[in-house]
């Protein structure tokens, strides 16, 4: 089984700076894709940014230019860093992961953290 645990999220004003963690851990599982969700109420889940396990990078265009996805291999760990932050920028962040075992995909998702932009 595979465990993402997520944390980094909180309230921050307008223009301002929050940086997301993601560990994720499962014995006999290699992480291939790993990424950032974003669900705000009322709305659908929309990826947020992407990193493969190669290093390319995705990224929505409402967050380009201003959010930056990185990623330990040793550690198994997706960082989302988040800066200008807008109040429409509020949601619920989904840490995600396609992972493999024996060549078969599963896909996982983390509990949820929650990032409030106030105006």
């Known amino acids: 089984q595979v465990q993402l645990v997520e944390s980094g999220g909180g309230l921050v004003q307008a223009g301002g700076s929050l940086r997301l963690s993601c560990a994720a851990s499962?014995?006999?599982?290699?992480?291939?894709?790993m990424g950032w969700y974003r669900q705000a109420p009322g709305k659908q889940r929309e990826l947020v940014a992407g990193?493969?396990?190669?290093?390319?990078?995705n990224y929505a265009d409402s967050v380009k230019g201003r959010f930056g996805i990185s990623r330990d291999y040793a550690k198994n760990t997706v960082y989302l860093q988040m800066n200008s932050l807008k109040p429409e920028d509020t949601a619920v962040y989904y840490c995600?992961?396609?992972?493999?075992?024996?060549?078969?995909?599963?896909?996982?998702w983390g509990q949820g953290t929650q990032v409030t932009v106030s105006s």
């Open positions: 499962g014995s006999t599982f290699s992480f291939n894709d």
């Open positions: 995600y992961t396609d992972a493999r075992r024996f060549g078969i995909k599963y896909d996982y």
């Open positions: 990193i493969s396990s190669g290093g390319s990078t």
